[in-house]
C-alpha cells in the first residue's frame, strides 16, 4: 500500500530503501535532517542471501547505536581461509578485532541486517519516513528544490511529485536516477564468470566463524561462511555459499532470479574434504540463486545540483572482497558529513569529490587485483594440482604482497 505523505517538505529525498537508503536516513536523521524515503515495494521484507560487513562499515553503524541488535542476529567474524580446489590450506589469516581493527567483520543474513537498519529507521524518524509502492521514475529540479517524479507500483498512475532540498538515488543497479544523469551509458561489463548463492543449515566448520574462499574460477570457486549461529537449537549454522565459474554467457542481473544446481554443481562434485562435505552442503540448500558477476565503468559525475546517487546506483561493482556494502555505508556516512555545509549543491559537489575517486578505485580494483589473488596464483603455478608442500609454490611474503595490493587499493574508500 502506499503510505501517506507528511505534509512537511523534505530535506533529503532519498529513493530506495536498501541498505546504502536506509542507512542515509539514520545518519541523517541524526544530524538532525528531515528525510523521506521513497521505495518501490509495496512490501519490505527480508530477502537475499549472506553479506559480509566489513570492521570499516561495522564503525559506522556502531556509531549509529546499532551492534548490540547486529551482533546478536550475525556471526563475529574472525578467520579467514585460502584452500585448493583438493581442500588444501593455502593460508589463513585472522580478521575483524583480532587482525587490530577497532570493529569487528560480521557475517550477516542481508534480511537480517536490512530488518535492523528499517526498524531503526522506523523507531527514529516515524511510520510516515518510508513510502511504499512508490516508483521514481525521474526528476525535475530549479534554484528553490527538486521534484521526484513518482508512479504507484500497484498500477502505474502518476502521483505528485514530491519535492525536497535535495535528492539521493539509492535504487540500486537498475536506478532511474542514474539513467536519467546518463541515458546513454553502455551495458554492464560481463566479467566473464557467473555466480550462484544460496543458504544450508549445517553444521559449523572451522571453528564456526571462518569466512573460506577457495578453488580457482576456471575450474570452479567457493566463498563459504556462516551468517547465523543455533538456528535450530541443535547448534547448526545458516551457511552461506558462493560458487563461481568461467562462463560464456549469462542471464540478466537481478539479484533475485532463480537457479539450477545442476547449472554448476558438477564443477564441485569432489570436493569432499575433512572440514566440509561441499557437495552435501550446496545439494541441501533452502534455494538458489544466480547472478553474473558485472559491474559498471566508473562515471564521470554521479550528480547534477541538488540530485546526486549513493552505493550500488553510483559505484555498481564485481562482488569480490566484500565492499559492495560496506561502501554504500561509508557514502552514506561521507554524505551526512558534507550535508553540514549549507549550500545543498556545493554539499553533494565536496560529498563526491570525496567519494567517487575512493569508490572507483575499488570497482577497478576488484576487476583486476581482487583478494582471491592468492588462489589465481597457486592455480597456475601448480598447474590445478595438488601440491607437497605450498611454501614451494608461493612464499608467504608474496601472498602477503598479494593481499596488501588490495587493501592498499581500497584504502582510499576506507574513510
Keep these: 500500500m502506499i503510505h501517506s505523505e507528511d505534509s512537511s517538505r523534505a530535506d533529503v529525498l532519498i529513493v530506495g530503501a536498501g541498505i546504502g537508503g536506509l542507512t542515509l536516513a539514520l545518519e541523517l536523521h541524526a544530524a538532525g535532517r528531515q528525510v523521506q524515503v521513497l521505495e518501490v515495494a509495496e512490501e519490505l521484507g527480508a530477502v537475499g542471501v549472506g553479506i559480509n560487513v566489513m570492521p570499516h562499515a561495522t564503525r559506522v553503524l556502531a556509531e549509529l547505536g546499532l551492534l548490540p541488535a547486529l551482533s546478536a542476529m550475525a556471526v563475529t567474524t574472525r578467520d579467514g581461509y585460502y584452500f585448493n580446489r583438493f581442500g588444501q590450506q593455502i593460508h589463513h589469516e585472522t580478521l575483524g578485532t583480532g587482525a587490530t581493527h577497532a570493529y569487528p567483520q560480521l557475517s550477516i543474513h542481508r534480511g537480517d541486517l536490512h530488518t535492523v537498519l528499517l526498524q531503526a529507521v522506523r523507531d527514529r524518524l516515524g511510520p510516515h519516513a518510508i513510502r511504499t509502492g512508490v516508483k521514481c521514475v525521474g526528476f525535475?529540479?530549479?534554484?528553490?528544490?527538486?521534484?521526484?517524479?513518482?508512479?504507484?507500483?500497484?498500477?502505474?498512475?502518476?502521483?505528485?511529485?514530491?519535492?525536497?532540498?535535495?535528492?539521493?538515488?539509492?535504487?540500486?543497479?537498475?536506478?532511474?536516477?542514474?539513467?536519467?544523469?546518463?541515458?546513454?551509458?553502455?551495458?554492464?561489463?560481463?566479467?566473464?564468470?557467473?555466480?550462484?548463492?544460496?543458504?544450508?543449515?549445517?553444521?559449523?566448520?572451522?571453528?564456526?566463524?571462518?569466512?573460506?574462499?577457495?578453488?580457482?574460477?576456471?575450474?570452479?570457486?567457493?566463498?563459504?561462511?556462516?551468517?547465523?549461529?543455533?538456528?535450530?537449537?541443535?547448534?547448526?549454522?545458516?551457511?552461506?555459499?558462493?560458487?563461481?565459474?568461467?562462463?560464456?554467457?549469462?542471464?540478466?542481473?537481478?539479484?533475485?532470479?532463480?537457479?539450477?544446481?545442476?547449472?554448476?554443481?558438477?564443477?564441485?562434485?569432489?570436493?569432499?574434504?575433512?572440514?566440509?562435505?561441499?557437495?552435501?552442503?550446496?545439494?541441501?540448500?533452502?534455494?538458489?540463486?544466480?547472478?553474473?558477476?558485472?559491474?559498471?565503468?566508473?562515471?564521470?559525475?554521479?550528480?547534477?545540483?541538488?540530485?546526486?546517487?549513493?552505493?550500488?546506483?553510483?559505484?555498481?561493482?564485481?562482488?569480490?572482497?566484500?565492499?559492495?556494502?560496506?561502501?554504500?555505508?561509508?557514502?552514506?556516512?561521507?554524505?551526512?558529513?558534507?550535508?553540514?555545509?549549507?549550500?545543498?549543491e556545493r554539499a553533494l559537489a565536496h560529498y563526491e569529490a570525496e567519494r567517487r575517486p575512493a569508490t572507483s578505485s575499488v570497482v577497478l580494483a576488484n576487476r583486476a587485483t581482487p583478494p582471491d589473488a592468492i588462489l589465481r596464483e597457486v592455480y597456475e603455478r601448480t598447474g590445478d594440482r595438488a601440491f607437497d608442500d605450498i611454501s614451494n609454490v608461493i612464499s608467504p611474503d608474496e601472498m602477503e604482497k598479494l593481499l596488501q595490493q588490495y587493501r592498499r587499493l581500497t584504502a582510499g574508500a576506507d574513510r
Design 140 to 344: 525535475n529540479q530549479d534554484r528553490d528544490g527538486v521534484a521526484a517524479l513518482v508512479e504507484a507500483t500497484a498500477d502505474g498512475r502518476r502521483l505528485p511529485p514530491v519535492r525536497a532540498d535535495a535528492l539521493v538515488g539509492c535504487d540500486g543497479i537498475h536506478s532511474a536516477i542514474r539513467k536519467q544523469l546518463h541515458p546513454n551509458e553502455g551495458a554492464p561489463v560481463y566479467s566473464g564468470v557467473n555466480m550462484w548463492r544460496g543458504v544450508t543449515v549445517a553444521p559449523p566448520f572451522l571453528g564456526g566463524a571462518a569466512m573460506v574462499r577457495a578453488g580457482w574460477l576456471t575450474t570452479g570457486k567457493l566463498v563459504i561462511y556462516p551468517i547465523r549461529d543455533n538456528v535450530d537449537g541443535q547448534g547448526n549454522q545458516l551457511i552461506n555459499w558462493v560458487a563461481e565459474l568461467e562462463t560464456p554467457a549469462h542471464k540478466a542481473r537481478a539479484w533475485n532470479t532463480p537457479g539450477e544446481l545442476t547449472d554448476f554443481s558438477l564443477a564441485f562434485a569432489d570436493w569432499k574434504f575433512d572440514w566440509l562435505d561441499v557437495p552435501a552442503l550446496l545439494a541441501q540448500a533452502e534455494s538458489v540463486l544466480e547472478y553474473p558477476m558485472v559491474d559498471q565503468d566508473p562515471l564521470p559525475f554521479w550528480g547534477e545540483g541538488r540530485v546526486t546517487l549513493l552505493g550500488d546506483a553510483a559505484h555498481p561493482m564485481v562482488p569480490r572482497g566484500s565492499n559492495g556494502a560496506a561502501q554504500a555505508i561509508l557514502d552514506a556516512r561521507a554524505l551526512r558529513e558534507h550535508l553540514a555545509e549549507p549550500d545543498v
